[in-house]
């Protein structure tokens, strides 16, 4: 049972904001750290990604682990009230998700998710985010799409 009213519940959950967050503030801190300069949230692109660096033609989609369920990871949880919306809203965000980076492989972009927990270590996230600026293999770079 939920502490709150649907009406309450509504409210909290539409104020959890899709820009700026903690997790893509520090991503952009970082590269401009390491000497990289971005634009940021563009609305012409498919699912206007965090990051995108239009000479690169690369995107960087900063992914929060709960609402875009990273796989094996702590953080995806699913509630025990209302399970059927919430596996609904889950499976809609991912399908989502996926569409979007299929859409900007066929504009000729290359697409990196960085996960919320990734951007806890900064040095890892900093090798991992040069490589894909460098067109390396990223590690751990399951979420890399080239065409």
């Not at 012409?44 to 995107?59: C, E, K, M, S």
């Not at 990734?118 to 996230?125: A, C």
């Not at 894909?132 to 770079?141: A, C, I, K, S, T």
Request: with cysteine; glycine share 8%.
């Amino acid at each position: 049972m939920d502490v709150f009213s649907a009406d309450e519940r509504s409210r909290i959950m539409g104020r959890i904001g899709g820009k700026n967050t903690r997790p893509e503030l520090r991503v952009r801190k970082l590269l401009h750290a390491l000497g990289y300069r971005f634009r940021i949230h563009r609305k012409d692109l498919p699912g206007t990604p965090d990051v995108v660096f239009p000479g690169r033609r690369a995107v960087i989609f900063v992914h929060g682990c709960f609402w875009h369920r990273h796989e094996g990871c702590p953080r995806a949880t699913t509630p025990a009230t209302n399970r059927d919306f919430w596996e609904r809203k889950f499976r809609s965000n991912t399908k989502r998700d996926a569409e979007r980076i299929e859409q900007l492989g066929r504009l000729g972009y290359r697409c990196l998710v960085v996960w919320e927990c990734e951007t806890k270590n900064l040095e890892r996230l900093a090798e991992r985010l040069t490589a894909f600026l460098r067109r390396e293999d990223v590690p751990d770079g399951q979420t890399l799409r080239r065409r």
